[in-house]
């Protein structure tokens, strides 16, 4: 037998009729679901470095140095690709393809350029004598790439979402009535860059 959520049905109430309405079920889609959960599963993670961060440095045997110049540069560089991001999910929703594959390639283009910048950082640690790991390292340094790293590594996660993107945009498979694919990518992008945003500050404030 199949049931209708939304149909009415009415009862008697003192000599009249009452309409009542079945309450909506909410519900989201499953793979944004999913984004969600490794978004929170990953805020866990980088609050646990971070702490993990402030609580060996109050031991003691603390290496302090300057955070690599070209951390700087890339922060823009990650905020422009958001920038990209958004105008990407923008243009798709306005049904603009030429505007939406521009833009799908720029944040391609600076996501690429950032991580280009990370790495360039870390040749720039070792460069000042700061190393992960070994004798000759320090618990600061090797903090530093760690965060870095992992980072890096969820930023490879949003490079595969991208692809998908950037193939179902050249096959029109995005536009304004197919936003779930763009829309996760955006959001998990944006996330990445304000995660990159508060590491930074947050190793400029405890260098």
Not at 101 to 121: D, N
Request: include cysteine; charge should be neutral; hydrophobic fraction near 55%.
């Amino acid at each position: 037998m199949k049931s209708d959520t939304t149909a009415n049905y009415q009862q008697p109430y003192d000599g009249a009729l009452v309409t009542e309405e079945a309450a909506p079920v909410l519900s989201m889609h499953p793979k944004k679901f999913l984004m969600w959960l490794i978004i929170v599963s990953s805020i866990m993670v980088f609050a646990a470095f971070t702490s993990a961060y402030l609580v060996r440095r109050g031991e003691g045997n603390w290496l302090t140095f300057e955070l690599p110049p070209i951390f700087y540069i890339s922060s823009v560089v990650i905020v422009l690709s958001s920038v990209t991001m958004h105008w990407a999910y923008y243009s798709a929703s306005k049904d603009n393809l030429l505007s939406l594959k521009i833009a799908i390639l720029m944040t391609a283009a600076l996501g690429l350029l950032f991580t280009y910048m990370q790495v360039q950082g870390w040749q720039q640690l070792i460069d000042v004598g700061v190393y992960f790991g070994g004798k000759d390292s320090n618990p600061a340094g090797s903090f530093v790439y760690v965060l870095t790293a992992v980072h890096i590594g969820h930023l490879a996660l949003a490079f595969g979402l991208l692809g998908i993107i950037l193939y179902r945009v050249f096959t029109y498979q995005v536009h304004a009535k197919n936003l779930a694919a763009i829309e996760i990518c955006t959001t998990f992008w944006h996330f990445l860059g304000a995660m990159w945003l508060y590491l930074f500050v947050f190793l400029l404030v405890n260098h």
